[in-house]
RNA sequence: GCCCUCGUAGCUCAGUCGGAUAGAGCGACCGCCUCCUAAGCGGUAGGCCACAGGUUCGAUUCCUGUCGGGGGCACCA
């Protein structure tokens, strides 16, 4: 029995006890099942009992009772105990039976509907073409990329994409700085500094010989053309070595050169939220919950960028995605109410088909001193930094392992010098240990059994048990990770599992120790406690594969 | 001034759709390899869950306020 499968057994227990009328409630749809953290309280316990009191008018001990009786008849529940105010312990049947499901589940355990159906277009990272990604795009593109595959093991369709703007004031700076490094001269005011302003400068000027003899007006096109191009296969590159590809890349300007930005303002005039004042054409916002309205069409006739917000969130709603997920920096918290009031204006629910989440920025200290980061200075650390200085694996890991509403605060000394420091190598460790354990037991000639063939009920011991129930909570916690829009949990999950595991080594032999010598056969628990081993493998690889970072054979 | 967000162990952070004794890693101290990877395990020390009220059978969790950290206010992009 799964905990799932306990949960709906928690659910008909209720239904029986109204059936019987025993107790009158609205039956709910789901039910708290959770582990205790004493194993005192059984291998579950639910408060079922506790919230349902109220609505049956009835001690919590009462209804308690009363759900017990009902559930101790259920197909694979071994006791039922009514604790403390009205708390349900539970303790299950065979819960070895986990171990051989998780092994034949294989890379789908941990898969799971709590997203099926939905189409989610998932937006992040969305930096400018102007230079590398620096680290608060880095901590994006890690959480965002993991958001994508948690939602897709819980069945969601989602969309990686990236929006950038290759127009207008920043890139006019961008190529004027590339103009300048180009010809030697100084870094224009407002421009951009960094070693790879040169870098790109070099390589504009070499696809293009003669350039610098030609008047500004022609080197700034060229470079504004060249330059983005460049820059953005450098950032494409970039990301890629990180592990993150986009499934969509959008231009700005491509919404002004087809014609949506203006449907998107004859859109929005249709819905009538739209008037004219001092000239301009405003979005009355303030009707959903803005602060203030916002300009569509200034007074001289051009566009605001929020004009092609809204136009590049119509087209998305086109493209036919239900939910349109924002991952913003804290920097730009001020976006929501606008982006929320905007799909409202357009006539959809901004409950449902607009998300926008907001992440805390990323700090860096240096052996504890605060590291000021200017871009125009060319100080920035870079996703390239990061990983030039812990890895992929380690950088991905330490920045998706905290909720994205908790600031981080990353010490580039202890980055640089102490990569073991990491939580990522206790969880990697433990499962190079599995794999090493099972390269032993192949070597000694130990066929693993099929999983159904195991006597999995001689996995008695508690770290056994305590492994079986983590094992089992494992798509739950990629279910809430969905859910939530929170991959951390699936960190802190593997974390947990990892601690478990190491203990469950530590206390319980797996091989027989005169198995290397051929004095000691591989009995039954040997294999029982190989297919727990497996299990445990499979939840780590998915689980480390979930948030982007590699499951090593080998340490 | 107004708005958003965070405040949990020495440090970095989990937990909280209201539940039983608040956790992990790192750091500190003391132990454990004749035995499947010691990047491991066991133990000790370390918490007014920022503060004050409120709601509740029950609050670290929800609400209000105060204080503190971070971020943001545009016919900029």
């Not at 006890?17 to 194993?39: C, F, I, L, Q, Y």
Request: with cysteine.
């Amino acid at each position: 029995m799964t905990p799932a499968d306990l949960a709906a057994a928690v659910v008909a227990a209720v239904a029986a006890a109204v059936e019987g009328s025993e107790h009158a409630v609205a039956v709910p749809e789901t039910v708290t099942v959770e582990r205790p953290r004493s194993r005192e309280h059984g291998d579950y316990a639910t408060n079922v009992a506790l919230k349902l009191a109220k609505p049956a008018r009835r001690p919590p001990r009462d209804v308690a009772e009363i759900l017990a009786a009902h559930l101790r008849t259920a197909d694979g529940v071994a006791a039922v105990e009514v604790a403390g105010p009205g708390f349900l312990n539970i303790r299950l049947d065979a819960v070895g039976r986990i171990a051989a499901a998780v092994v034949e589940a294989g890379e789908t355990y941990g898969r799971n509907s709590e997203a099926s159906g939905e189409t989610i277009d998932l937006e992040f990272v969305s930096a400018n073409p102007t230079g590398p990604i620096h680290l608060g795009g880095t901590r994006w593109a890690a959480v965002g990329d993991a958001l994508a595959r948690v939602l897709q093991a819980s069945g969601a369709e989602v969309a990686r994409e990236y929006y950038f703007n290759d127009a207008g004031v920043q890139i006019d700076r961008f190529a004027a700085s590339l103009d300048a490094a180009a010809r030697g001269a100084e870094v224009p005011e407002d421009g951009y500094a960094g070693g790879y302003i040169s870098e790109i400068a070099q390589q504009v000027v070499a696809g293009r010989p003669g350039l610098l003899e030609e008047p500004e007006e022609k080197r700034l096109d060229a470079f504004r053309r060249d330059g983005v191009e460049s820059m953005f296969d450098s950032i494409k590159a970039d990301l890629h070595a990180f592990g993150v590809d986009f499934d969509v890349y959008f231009s700005e300007r491509t919404l002004h050169e087809s014609g949506q930005v203006d449907a998107a303002v004859a859109r929005l005039q249709e819905q009538g939220h739209t008037y004219s004042a001092d000239g301009a054409l405003w979005l009355r916002t303030t009707d959903f919950g803005d602060v203030k309205d916002r300009v569509l069409v200034k007074s001289d006739g051009t566009t605001t960028y929020f004009t092609a917000d809204a136009a590049y969130y119509l087209d998305k709603r086109s493209r036919g995605f239900d939910r349109c997920v924002y991952m913003l920096g804290a920097d730009h918290h001020g976006y929501v109410a606008r982006l929320k009031a905007l799909a409202a204006c357009a006539g959809d629910d901004p409950q449902r088909n607009i998300e926008i989440l907001i992440g805390q920025l990323v700090s860096l200290v240096r052996d504890g001193e605060p590291v000021r980061m200017s871009k125009r200075a060319g100080t920035v650390i870079t996703l390239n930094d990061l990983v030039d200085a812990v890895g992929v694996d380690a950088a991905r890991y330490s920045l998706v392992r905290s909720s994205i509403d908790s600031t981080l605060e990353l010490d580039l000394a202890v980055l640089a010098r102490q990569t073991n420091d990491n939580p990522v190598f206790y969880v990697q460790y433990a499962h190079a240990r599995i794999a090493s354990l099972l390269r032993n037991a192949a070597e000694f000639g130990v066929v693993l059994a099929a999983p159904h063939d195991v006597d999995v009920s001689l996995l008695t011991h508690d770290r056994e048990s305590d492994l079986l129930r983590s094992l089992g909570d494992f798509p739950r916690v990629v279910a809430s990770a969905a859910e939530l829009r929170a991959p951390h949990r699936i960190a802190r999950h593997l974390e947990e599992l990892a601690g478990t595991y190491h203990r469950f080594y530590d206390a319980c032999r797996v091989l027989p120790p005169g198995l290397k010598t051929g004095e000691e056969p591989a009995n039954e628990l040997t294999y029982a406690r190989l297919l727990l081993v497996q299990a445990t493998q499979v939840v780590l690889r998915n689980g480390l594969g979930l948030l982007g970072v590699s499951a090593p054979e080998r340490m």
